[in-house]
């Protein structure tokens, strides 16, 4: 099995900064992609970031220029730095990852249980 385990989220004040970290653990081949989504209350769930094995990011519109996605393979750990936050951006924040897992060498989209980030004004 394959267990994504989210921490770093909690209450800041508009213009504050978080980093949020994701950790893999498990029966772990290799993973792909990882990344983070959020669902705000009443919205769908929406891509907030994303980062290939080979350090390519993709990112939100709505993020660009204030969030940063990394990632450690060493640690199969994702990191989201986000500064500037808005009230806006007050959602869970779940990590993903594409894993191949053992002993099938199947592969499969993992999702943490995800941490809340509230942005007071």
């Known amino acids: 099995q394959v267990r994504l385990v989210e921490s770093g989220g909690g209450l800041v004040q508009a213009g504050g900064s978080l980093r949020l970290s994701c950790v893999a653990s498990?029966?772990?081949?290799?993973?792909?992609?990882m990344g983070w989504k959020r669902q705000a209350p009443g919205k769908q769930r929406e891509l907030v970031a994303a980062?290939?094995?080979?350090?390519?990011?993709n990112y939100a519109d709505s993020v660009k220029g204030r969030f940063t996605i990394s990632r450690d393979n060493a640690k199969n750990t994702v990191y989201l730095q986000m500064n500037s936050l808005s009230p806006e951006d007050t959602a869970v924040y779940y990590c993903?990852?594409?894993?191949?897992?053992?002993?099938?060498?199947?592969?499969?989209?993992?999702w943490g249980q995800g941490t809340q980030v509230t942005v007071s004004l």
């Open positions: 498990g029966s772990i081949l290799s993973i792909d992609a």
């Open positions: 980062i290939t094995s080979d350090g390519s990011t």
């Open positions: 993903n990852a594409d894993v191949q897992y053992g002993p099938s060498g199947r592969r499969r989209d993992f």
